[in-house]
């Protein structure tokens, strides 16, 4: 088993710049896309920092702290700021997901800010694992994302590799998780808040630690989902992942109120169809590689036509 875990550290924010790119077509569009952005959310009636790009970071802005002081810190400069909208992310994530099939047909979100990718048995097709990350990582690029990209035999040494490891792009051969598991922080087990303060109480920080432990005295002491994710990581157990499934073509109809005996309303109806379709398409940023007309007749059999594309388009 191969799969890949991509990691998009900056997710939310991404998500916004290529809004702001949308949005903005005047010639200030390169200037409003280097402004600082800060995404907030309302908690206790208080505006806090919910993400926030890699410049504020650099400034001092934190997760957690108030707009007003995140502001603060940025007075020098005007600043992107929108409410976080975490729904929308999510939905978001579904929709990359859905277009990451074109590597795998096994693709599932892995909220709030990655994918997992099953790619057992495409090799043949993709060719070599380090080329079909880099192309990932590359057409993610293209596309306005940060991205890290990891393949392992499990998908709990990939996610772990992907968020904790220095490499943006690694991959893990077969047999060689406990090594590369082992230098990372318990972190990357992804274990709850409480199991891993309790591991903290006792000055264990890193994965080796426990690795040299008896597997009764973890059984013993800490809850069972230790022992579970690092089975998971290690491939002594298995992960079921909930992969998106194959939408149904996009599809534009209209029923006219009675019969329609004049070629030009015909025509005129189709064209109109045909720019409603590829609307749909353009927000899904799909291409269309096959396109069919079905006229349906109450007095007939219906009549049908289709074109063939060489590429997917959307013109």
Do not use: K
Not at 173 to 186: F, K, M, N, T, W
């Amino acid at each position: 088993m191969r799969v890949v875990s991509v990691y998009l550290p900056m997710w939310s924010i991404d998500l916004v710049r290529r809004r702001t790119r949308r949005r903005t077509a005047d010639g200030s569009r390169r200037e409003r896309l280097a402004w600082p952005v800060l995404l907030y959310a309302v908690q206790h009636n208080v505006q806090t920092i919910a993400h926030c790009c890699s410049r504020s970071a650099e400034a001092g802005v934190e997760p957690g702290m108030t707009l007003a002081h995140a502001r603060a810190l940025l007075t020098d400069e005007p600043c992107l700021i929108e409410p976080a909208d975490p729904a929308c992310d999510e939905r978001s994530l579904r929709s990359l997901a859905a277009w990451a099939m074109r590597y795998s047909p096994i693709v599932a979100p892995d909220p709030p800010d990655g994918l997992f990718i099953d790619i057992t048995g495409s090799q043949p097709l993709l060719g070599p694992e380090p080329a079909l990350l880099r192309r990932m990582m590359r057409e993610l690029n293209r596309a306005g994302f940060q991205v890290r990209v990891v393949s392992a035999s499990t998908f709990g040494c990939a996610w772990a590799m992907a968020r904790f490891a220095q490499a943006r792009l690694a991959v893990v051969q077969p047999g060689g998780e406990r090594a590369a598991l082992e230098a990372l922080p318990i972190e990357a087990l992804r274990l709850e808040a409480e199991a891993i303060a309790a591991l903290h109480e006792i000055e264990i920080v890193r994965i080796s630690s426990l690795l040299d432990l008896p597997r009764h005295d973890l059984a013993a002491g800490f809850a069972q989902e230790l022992l579970v994710r690092l089975d998971q990581a290690r491939g002594a157990a298995g992960q079921a992942i909930d992969p998106v499934r194959s939408n149904s073509p996009p599809c534009a109809s209209r029923e006219f109120d009675g019969p329609a005996m004049q070629i030009q309303a015909i025509e005129i109806t189709v064209r109109e169809l045909l720019e409603e379709l590829c609307a749909d398409v353009r927000r899904m940023e799909r291409g269309i590689c096959r396109l069919e007309l079905r006229l349906r007749r109450i007095n007939a059999a219906p009549e049908e036509a289709a074109i063939a594309l060489s590429q997917p388009s959307r013109n």
